[in-house]
């Protein structure tokens, strides 16, 4: 059981390239979700979703895209990156029946010159 | 929205000392309110939450109380160790059977001296 996992760990992008995210939860969560956090502002919501086929914004999501075709994986896309994407991302799971808990996955630090 | 404001935002203290973080939010109907403990380069992991139909919940050196009248809550470390050092952050959210939000507080660092 690997639980929350992302890739990559560590990722440099130059201003206007795309890329996408990875996170995949292991553990049958129907909820999931991606945060953002920057020095002094704590983890911010981007995007979540409560099913497959189901997703829905949170507080930051301009410049961000995500689907879920599948329970278990949960991809965040950047469309064209900016420097103010500099941040490290979480992605988080949690059950419906486990209350409220949310696990997150170990980050991924991105950086936009 | 909800907001949740946390101070203080860098907290230091002796070993042994007790160490006290607070928050307050805005949204009377938030009613699910974990903290979170992140050391550097880690993710957050859970360290203690509390639901609105209780007012203080303890977990060994840990605790927490909720007053939602005033709509604050507060994690209480005894004993604090060297270990205990790292990012605590606190956060709230509407629980319940529909999906939870989680709004976070901005972090407080919280350094234990040996």
Same mark, same amino acid.
């Given at each position: 059981? %690997? ?48 099913? %497959? ?27 064209? %990156? ?16 486990? %209350? ?14 | ?114």
């Amino acid at each position: 059981n %690997a639980g929350v996992t992302q890739t990559p760990k560590f990722q440099v992008l130059k201003t206007g390239q795309s890329m996408t995210l990875q996170c995949a939860q292991d553990m049958n969560h129907e909820y999931m979700s991606w945060y953002r956090q920057d020095p002094g502002m704590g983890l911010r919501l981007i995007h979540y979703s409560v099913g %497959a086929g189901i997703t829905d914004q949170g507080e930051v999501p301009n410049g961000y895209n995500v689907s879920r075709s599948t329970t278990e994986d949960f991809p965040l896309r950047l469309l064209s %990156a900016a420097p103010s994407q500099t941040s490290v991302y979480f992605c988080a799971s949690r059950s419906p029946t486990r %209350a409220d808990t949310q696990y997150f996955g170990p980050g991924t630090r991105l950086t936009v010159l | 929205g909800e907001n949740v404001e946390q101070h203080p935002s860098t907290l230091s203290v002796q070993e042994g000392d007790s160490a006290v973080i607070k928050c307050t939010y805005s949204d009377s109907a938030s009613n699910y309110f974990p903290w979170y403990k992140q050391e550097l380069g880690k993710r957050p992991q859970l360290i203690i939450d509390i639901r609105s139909n209780v007012g203080e919940k303890k977990d060994q050196r840990i605790a927490v109380t909720l007053n939602k009248t005033a709509k604050h809550f507060s994690l209480h470390i005894t004993e604090t160790q060297p270990e205990d050092s790292a990012v605590y952050f606190c956060a709230a959210s509407v629980g319940g059977t529909s999906y939870g939000k989680l709004t976070f507080g901005q972090g407080t660092i919280l350094t234990v001296h040996p």
